[in-house]
């Protein structure tokens, strides 16, 4: 059972701060540059958005691009679902580049946002992103409490494989904090919440 903890706990080292819904229609970073030549106002804003969230994985230096022009676009036509994204998406850029503290920045700001709008789906990525940044800058106590809130929430949401997810976070805080017990009961849960939703590569960590 510890081999599950400490095999789980490499794996997210590489991980991405959350990962898109296999519900989600993805488009191609290609084709939203080429739409986005033409593109103006709230059609403009909204491309840049999906850029910032395309490219926050593989070109994160790219995301922060997009994503500065998007806040411009912002202060100027105020949209609180799109912010929410941007805000998230900057902060897994961000990370990318190990640039905890403006990437936790833009976090908190999506946190508050999400809490004020009542954005259950926004506000537990917002918190799962500040664990996470929480946890690698070892404020271990406050990364368990914003993990513990988001696996909350994603479990009302009815989201297993987010709660999961979330768990093995929550494992690696606890660990880093001593409590290699309470660390391995996040790892265990996560195994059985990826089998609940059958999600192999899950289990496989």
């Given at each position: 059972?510890?081999?599950?903890?400490?095999?789980?706990?490499?794996?997210?080292?590489?991980?991405?701060?959350?990962?898109?819904?296999?519900?989600?229609?993805?488009?191609?970073?290609?084709?939203?540059?080429?739409?986005?030549?033409?593109?103006?106002?709230?059609?403009?804003l909204d491309?840049?958005?999906?850029?910032?969230?395309?490219?926050?994985?593989?070109?994160?230096?790219?995301?922060?691009?997009?994503?500065?022009?998007?806040?411009?676009?912002?202060?100027?036509?105020?949209?609180?679902?799109?912010?929410?994204?941007?805000?998230?998406?900057?902060?897994?850029?961000?990370?990318?580049?190990?640039?905890?503290?403006?990437g936790l920045?833009?976090?908190?700001?999506?946190?508050?946002?999400?809490?004020?709008?009542?954005?259950?789906?926004?506000?537990?990525?917002?918190?799962?992103?500040?664990?996470?940044f929480a946890?690698?800058?070892?404020?271990?106590?406050?990364?368990?409490?914003?993990?513990?809130?988001?696996?909350?929430?994603?479990?009302?949401?009815?989201?297993?494989?987010?709660?999961?997810?979330?768990?093995?976070?929550?494992?690696?805080?606890?660990?880093?904090?001593?409590?290699?017990?309470?660390?391995?009961?996040?790892?265990?849960?996560?195994?059985?919440?990826?089998?609940?939703?059958?999600?192999?590569?899950?289990?496989?960590?």
């Amino acid at each position: 059972m510890r081999t599950i903890f400490f095999v789980s706990i490499s794996l997210l080292l590489s991980a991405p701060l959350w990962a898109q819904s296999g519900a989600e229609v993805k488009t191609e970073p290609e084709e939203l540059e080429a739409q986005l030549a033409a593109a103006t106002g709230r059609a403009r804003l909204d491309l840049l958005v999906k850029l910032a969230d395309a490219y926050r994985v593989d070109d994160p230096a790219k995301a922060i691009a997009n994503g500065r022009e998007a806040l411009e676009l912002l202060a100027a036509t105020p949209d609180e679902d799109r912010e929410l994204s941007l805000l998230n998406a900057l902060g897994d850029a961000h990370y990318r580049l190990r640039d905890y503290e403006t990437g936790l920045r833009h976090v908190e700001q999506a946190e508050q946002l999400a809490r004020t709008a009542g954005n259950k789906p926004a506000l537990a990525r917002a918190l799962r992103m500040i664990g996470v940044f929480a946890w690698r800058t070892d404020e271990l106590q406050r990364a368990l409490e914003a993990l513990t809130e988001a696996i909350g929430l994603y479990e009302e949401l009815g989201n297993t494989v987010e709660q999961a997810n979330v768990s093995l976070y929550a494992g690696a805080a606890a660990h880093g904090g001593g409590d290699t017990q309470q660390a391995l009961a996040f790892c265990l849960r996560a195994y059985r919440l990826f089998e609940e939703a059958g999600d192999l590569r899950g289990v496989a960590t």
